[in-house]
């Protein structure tokens, strides 16, 4: 199932990252990889909390790098990597709650 989650959420981020999609499309972005990242991680470590936190600090990360060298730090980006951990987070660890419970 870990290995479900993982190709699932990488198709995920394949099919809507940049592919035509004109819906606010860096926040969609930000929080597509997020999902993907938080999923993939709460399927390696079962620890849905942590890999929520492991993601958050990365987009935290991405938005310092940003505000520093880049377009500026951005809180809506910021928001939607939450946004995108926590639906990456749960719907995993629901998934892998399911087969193992």
């Keep these: 199932m870990r290995f479900l989650v993982c190709m699932g959420s990488f198709v995920f981020v394949m099919f809507t990252c940049g592919c035509g999609f004109h819906i606010a499309s860096d926040a969609w972005n930000h929080f597509a990889f997020s999902a993907s990242v938080a999923s993939v991680a709460t399927a390696a470590t ?6 929520m936190v492991f993601t958050v600090g990365l ?3 991405k938005e310092i790098y940003d505000g520093c060298r880049g377009t500026g730090f951005q809180i809506s980006d ?9 639906a990456g987070g749960f719907v995993a660890a629901e998934i ?3 087969e193992f419970p």
């Design 46 to 51: 079962c620890e849905p909390a942590e890999s």
């Design 59 to 61: 987009g935290l990360l």
């Design 78 to 86: 910021l928001a939607a990597d939450v946004a995108g951990a926590a």
């Design 96 to 98: 892998y709650m399911e």
